[in-house]
């Protein structure tokens, strides 16, 4: 049996995304042209339920999903999902989870606290190992190779933006080629943002004149072969707490296992990156700091 603990947090997240959902069904329904086929099979789970036992797989503590379904899903949870579908039709169902799952993930970003406060940094997504590269095809024409602090990899970025509470403000998915400060990155992770943006040396761009004059001030160090300046007090000590974004980068990737190489499917990749992204909002002890409050 579940425990409470598990138990209450499955029902909330049920609750959220099934709220969302029939907004967004209903938002769709008004906006869509009308299809020229209608399907001929139904789904037995909605795409509440789907989305749901996606989420909740980045709470359970399992580190594979299939493993989780078999076991966990469909052992312990036909009292909450009486018409479970096999495990293969449920990856099966995925991809048409894609729109639904990433404006809510937009969505809940939007619900972030706005503190005039925030830290930028990407973290990588090898989709396989370096020695596997020549014969990977399941992400051949998305994933590119890139270089972290670790070193080459292959497979994608994911960069992240979030306030001194640890809430996720906003996030981008892209090829490992892509460059921290490239303008189109920065354009969608920080165009919608004012006040102060602490980041790496990784984001020193050309465009901090033009977020400027937003009301966004991107703050990094300097590299060797730049002209040092002098800083305000509380900015540097800020600098020196955008530790907080590895915390975060830290729980996505261990606690919430958005981080692994065993997709077959870049959509179903996609989607339980997002899946990610949405359990580690509803996750009840997010890292945080205490900075003077800076309000936008």
């Not at 909330?12 to 029939?22: G, H, Q, R």
Request: aromatic fraction near 12%.
């Amino acid at each position: 049996m579940q425990s409470q603990i598990s138990e209450e947090k499955l029902i909330e997240l049920f609750i959220a995304v099934d709220d969302f959902v029939n907004l967004f069904d209903q938002w769709l329904a008004s906006r869509a042209l009308a299809p020229t086929r209608q399907p001929t099979r139904q789904p037995e789970l909605s795409n509440s339920e789907i989305i749901t036992i996606l989420v909740y797989y980045h709470h359970s503590g399992y580190k594979n999903f299939q493993y989780y379904y078999q076991r966990l899903v469909q052992t312990q949870m036909p009292t909450y999902f009486p018409r479970l579908v096999t495990y293969q039709r449920f990856i099966d169902l995925l991809p048409r989870q894609v729109a639904t799952i990433h404006v809510l993930t937009k969505y809940l970003c939007l619900l972030s606290k706005r503190t005039g406060c925030y830290f930028a940094d990407s973290k990588k997504l090898p989709v396989c190992d370096n020695r596997r590269i020549h014969f990977h095809r399941v992400f051949k024409d998305i994933a590119s190779r890139g270089k972290s602090s670790t070193g080459w990899f292959y497979g994608l970025k994911l960069h992240l933006v979030i306030n001194q509470l640890g809430q996720v403000m906003n996030f981008l998915l892209t090829p490992a080629s892509v460059s921290d400060n490239n303008e189109t990155v920065l354009g969608r992770l920080l165009g919608s943002l004012t006040g102060k943006c602490y980041a790496d040396k990784g984001y020193i761009s050309k465009l901090f004149e033009q977020f400027y004059q937003q009301g966004l001030h991107i703050i990094t160090k300097i590299r060797k072969n730049m002209k040092n300046s002098v800083i305000d007090l509380d900015d540097k000590l800020r600098l020196k707490k955008r530790a907080l974004i590895e915390s975060v980068n830290d729980i996505l990737m261990s606690v919430m296992d958005v981080d692994h190489s065993r997709h077959r499917s870049p959509l179903n990749a996609i989607v339980h990156t997002m899946a990610g992204l949405v359990a580690y909002h509803f996750y009840d002890t997010k890292p945080s700091v205490f900075v003077k409050p800076v309000y936008a």
